[in-house]
């Protein structure tokens, strides 16, 4: 797993991670971790990941880490 949860440079690293034969398939980088509403998809990160989504690179997930207050996980993993 790569996690750029608290990189100062997450989409850079993001976008080398996607190049073609840098990481194989399955392998799940953690772009961002926070609250439900925290609108991360406004983010340049992630808008970065839903890019890599909707070129068919990476399929994006959540999973949520803590209940009270809620934060989750945010994934890309490599297709």
Known sequence: MIDLTNHNEPVRV???ALEPGINPRGTYIAYHEGEY???VGLTPIGK???KA???GRV???QKRIQD???R???YAVVI
Do not use: G, K, Q
Request: glycine share 0%; proline share 5%; hydrophobic share 35%.
């Open 37 to 39: 509403s925290d609108l």
């Open 72 to 74: 989750y996980v945010y």
């Open 48 to 50: 970065a990941a839903y």
């Open 14 to 16: 993001f976008n080398n």
């Open 53 to 55: 989504s909707t070129d």
């Open 68 to 70: 009270e207050p809620r």
């Open 59 to 61: 399929i994006l997930c």
